[in-house]
């Protein structure tokens, strides 16, 4: 997770206040170095709307339980912005030790996404830190 300069200092508390009605923006495209960076290769991906307030207790509350899939591709990251479109933070995304988990690994135009685990870790690190030096070179995520 990488949190936008706005929310630096926040704690999981108020990450989870700032994310009352926020929309969360699913990509398969590079992350972007930091949130305040513009989405270069846009592959949108699916988009949920949170309720308000956005958790009961460590559950996230998307408004609906299911979205259709906008396009074809593996979730890489997933932008939070609040209803204003001020961006809070980039979680990762996608199958092993990432931010936000989806019911499937991959989304198909009109399939139904659904979000199984949304974890905010603030002292996490980025993911691809955790890739061999060999995975890298290869330019693997």
Do not use: W
């Not at 997770?1 to 398969?28: F, P």
């Not at 890489?76 to 989806?102: H, N, W, Y």
């Amino acid at each position: 997770m990488k949190l936008a300069e706005a929310y630096a200092q926040a704690n999981v508390e108020e990450i989870k206040t700032a994310l009352a009605g926020a929309t969360l923006r699913i990509y398969s495209c590079a992350q972007p170095a930091s949130p305040e960076k513009s989405v270069e290769r846009n592959r949108f991906l699916a988009e949920f709307q949170l309720a308000s307030p956005a958790f009961e207790g460590d559950q996230i509350k998307p408004v609906e339980e299911t979205v259709k899939a906008q396009d074809v591709g593996v979730p890489l990251f997933v932008r939070a912005t609040t209803p204003e479109g001020v961006t809070i933070a980039d979680f990762s995304a996608g199958p092993g030790d990432m931010d936000v988990k989806l019911a499937d690994v991959s989304c198909t135009n009109g399939a139904p996404v659904r979000i199984t685990k949304f974890q905010i870790r603030l002292k996490a690190p980025h993911p691809e830190r955790h890739l061999s030096p060999r995975d890298r070179m290869m330019g693997l995520k």
